[in-house]
């Protein structure tokens, strides 16, 4: 009887067709090629690195992680899609997804992957951030009021953004802007 093929899960690691990474406190522990590539980067280059360097801006980046920690808390997973930024300074829409290693530490170990969803959704409008923020909410169906509650503000001033948004999308209705900020494209 033949005995079955060793696995070698570094190998898969690191040739995964998706972006992959070990992180712990929101720092890069290992990368493998797809992230490294997708983000423009070496996999050395991002070793070591917080993951503040994928965000377009500081802000962008500190307002995740504080979105993050009440989910992974409550479900040791996370999953959202948002704009993040290559190396090129380039921002494109990415699926993240992550897991926490250990239960009550939602940003210590984890493995996090990133898939990079571009070509479905282009980023078309010079967003701000707290635009980009809002849109990726609106792209998960929330609702300005819930929206208003998980980021701390206002639900006028989330109705103020959903309408530069609009603008912005040349979208006369909220559906309408939903489907051109995931790349479905309506006709007129």
């Known amino acids: 009887m033949n005995a079955p ?3 070698d899960y570094e190998t898969i690691f690191l040739r995964a067709p998706v972006g992959m990474c070990i992180s712990e406190n929101r720092i890069i522990q290992s990368c493998n090629d797809s992230l490294a590539g997708m983000f423009g980067y070496g996999r050395s280059d991002l070793v070591g690195q917080s993951f503040r360097v994928l965000y377009p801006t500081l802000e962008e980046f500190r307002r995740t992680g504080d979105r993050i920690i009440p989910i992974m808390n409550a479900k040791g997973r996370y999953s959202d899609e948002r704009i993040m930024r290559r190396a090129t300074g ?3 829409w990415c699926h993240v997804s992550g897991h926490a290693l250990l239960p009550n530490e939602p ?3 984890g493995i996090w992957t990133f898939e990079d969803v571009s070509e479905k959704r282009p980023v078309t409008a ?3 951030p707290r635009e980009r923020e809002i849109a990726a909410l609106l792209v998960e169906g929330k609702t300005s009021k819930v929206i208003a509650r998980q980021i701390d503000l206002s639900p006028r001033t989330v109705e103020m953004h ?3 948004l609009m603008r912005k999308f040349s979208a006369a209705t909220s559906s309408e802007l939903v489907h051109k900020l995931v790349g479905i ?3 007129r």
Request: aromatic share 6%; proline share 17%.
């Open 5 to 7: 093929p060793r696995i």
């Open 90 to 92: 380039e921002l494109f």
């Open 107 to 109: 940003l210590g170990p």
């Open 126 to 128: 010079e967003l701000t």
């Open 162 to 164: 959903r309408a530069k």
């Open 185 to 187: 494209h309506l006709p």
